[in-house]
């Protein structure tokens, strides 16, 4: 390592050194190096030491060892050209007593010519970067209380252990070494059937909550509508097919846009859909339509299985009140609730009508898009993965995915999963600061990343991947609990060419695992 020099003074150095002594804010300067070549008070206070002792220091000495590798990887990527300011933090002890993290904001300077001249660091009191806003969040959603901290991280936490009953489940009934006799299968499928109950009903309660705190956030955009209904009847087909019921659809000849927020409707689709199925009787009929009619769009979904009394028809989207009876507790009107509230936060409005021997018809309106020009279809394509619709392949070189997990009952599903692709290899990262120093030892062929490791989150290891040019292009695909269609946009927005949640879907796994396959042996 380079050693450290003082620089000489610079002319008319004077009124700059008295502002930066003089302000309350915490400012530092090293050299391309990495030494300290000056500190204010405050930078000093902050960290617990004086200004004199700070000169000539490595940032690595005032960086917590765990994070050296992270901090001098996002140095050495700022000399590379990153544009982009990042965060160091520290938990620290104040000269008051009190616990607190200092947030050390580094940016590179650069001169007229474009040459770097020095890091500035600008340090706060405050929260670490993992524990703040997106960056990408509205700029008028309202954070979530601490209520909705705890629910969201009881969803979270009950995800982990379904992670594990679910695949392991999927795992027996795929498994071509352990057949199944038909009682087997069958019990295997009343596991998976109440799993992904159990998981609807997490859904929905996280949402519920966020709609309570008013800080979940939509996308209203121009979108085109038989995309999303396509989709939508996609979802719902094997339902339909396993309850015998015929599935139909009704759509206008004319191209329809409609504005919504995408992830939104199509919940809404398939809650209108799925609750259409709801004990279904054999031999019934559900169909999907769509219409314009003074300047709004009418997604209608009628079935031929229920009759709703007035009563019910008028109670349909309320929540049961406390201490009484929720009814058939499979969710239904927790479901439909939150499908009127997303409704109405996208300008909507929803409604319902039955007959006696006639079923039940849920009608929704939202407004209708008009466009000049045809929009580029591109901006419509529902999200996939940057593999793009390659079928499975096997490859015939061995690769390795990069699985960064702190839980080691997630990673030994992951473990038996992959046995069924033995051209992949599996290594392990037990935290954030372990995959970054292993990915940058041996650039993996895949990252596996969850979401919320125990030092930092998927989204920072993968930042700091992106900033290296041998680590830029490993494909990311996200495996975690946290479901949050903001987190699932924001990873997205950040490259992820994949986003797999908790618990796993086996088959989509594999089919991620070929079409990299493929892609390596083209």
Not at 252 to 258: D, F, H, S, V
Request: aromatic content about 4%; hydrophobic content about 45%; overall charge negative.
């Amino acid at each position: 390592m380079p050693t450290y020099e003082a620089p000489p003074p610079a002319e008319g150095d004077g009124a700059y050194r008295q502002i930066f002594h003089a302000l309350d804010t915490g400012l530092v300067r090293a050299n391309l190096e990495g030494y300290i070549l000056e500190a204010n008070a405050r930078f000093a206070t902050l960290l617990g030491l004086s200004p004199a002792a700070m000169v000539g220091l490595h940032v690595a000495d005032i960086t917590p060892p765990d994070d050296v590798a992270t901090t001098l990887a996002q140095m050495n990527a700022a000399l590379a050209g990153e544009r982009q300011p990042f965060v160091l933090n520290r938990h620290q002890t104040l000269a008051d007593g009190r616990q607190a993290w200092v947030r050390i904001q580094v940016m590179l300077l650069r001169d007229d010519d474009d040459r770097p001249l020095q890091f500035v660091g600008i340090a706060q009191e405050g929260l670490p970067s993992s524990d703040a806003l997106p960056t990408s969040a509205p700029h008028n959603e309202r954070r979530p209380g601490p209520g909705f901290d705890v629910i969201a991280g009881m969803s979270h936490a009950l995800r982990t252990p379904l992670n594990a009953i679910l695949g392991f489940a999927q795992l027996l009934r795929v498994d071509p070494g352990q057949r199944l006799s038909p009682g087997q299968s069958e019990k295997i499928a009343h596991i998976e059937q109440a799993g992904a109950q159990l998981l609807d009903l997490l859904s929905d309660v996280i949402d519920l909550a966020r709609l309570e705190a008013q800080s979940l956030p939509l996308q209203i955009q121009l979108l085109p509508l038989a995309p999303m209904l396509e989709e939508a009847l996609a979802g719902a087909a094997a339902a339909a097919e396993q309850a015998g019921v015929s599935l139909l659809s009704r759509l206008p000849e004319e191209a329809l846009c409609i504005w919504a927020d995408r992830d939104r409707l199509r919940q809404v689709l398939l809650k209108l859909l799925h609750h259409a199925l709801r004990e279904p009787r054999s031999g019934g009929r559900v169909l999907l339509e769509a219409q314009a009619l003074h300047h709004q769009v009418a997604l209608t979904v009628s079935d031929t299985l229920h009759d709703l009394s007035g009563a019910q028809q008028a109670a349909l989207f309320k929540l049961p009140a406390a201490g009484r009876d929720p009814g058939t507790g499979d969710g239904t009107h927790l479901g439909l609730h939150i499908v009127q509230r997303l409704v109405e936060l996208m300008q909507g409005r929803i409604e319902v009508s039955s007959a006696a021997g006639g079923g039940t018809r849920l009608r929704v309106w939202l407004p209708q898009g008009q466009t000049l020009q045809p929009l580029p279809e591109e901006a419509f394509t529902p999200t996939k993965s940057a593999f793009g619709e390659l079928e499975g392949m096997v490859g015939e070189h061995p690769l390795t995915v990069l699985y960064a997990e702190d839980n080691v009952v997630n990673i030994e599903l992951v473990r038996q999963v992959m046995r069924m692709r033995p051209q992949w290899r599996l290594e392990v990262a037990y935290s954030g600061q372990d995959a970054i120093a292993m990915a940058l030892r041996d650039p993996p062929d895949l990252l596996l990343l969850d979401m919320h490791l125990g030092d930092m989150s998927g989204l920072d290891v993968s930042n700091v991947l992106t900033r290296q040019p041998y680590t830029a292009d490993i494909p990311r695909v996200a495996l975690s609990a946290d479901v949050l269609p903001d987190l699932v946009r924001e990873a997205r927005a950040q490259g992820f060419v994949d986003y797999l949640t908790k618990p796993l879907d086996v088959g989509r796994l594999l089919r991620l695992l070929d079409r990299v396959s493929q892609l390596k042996a083209e």
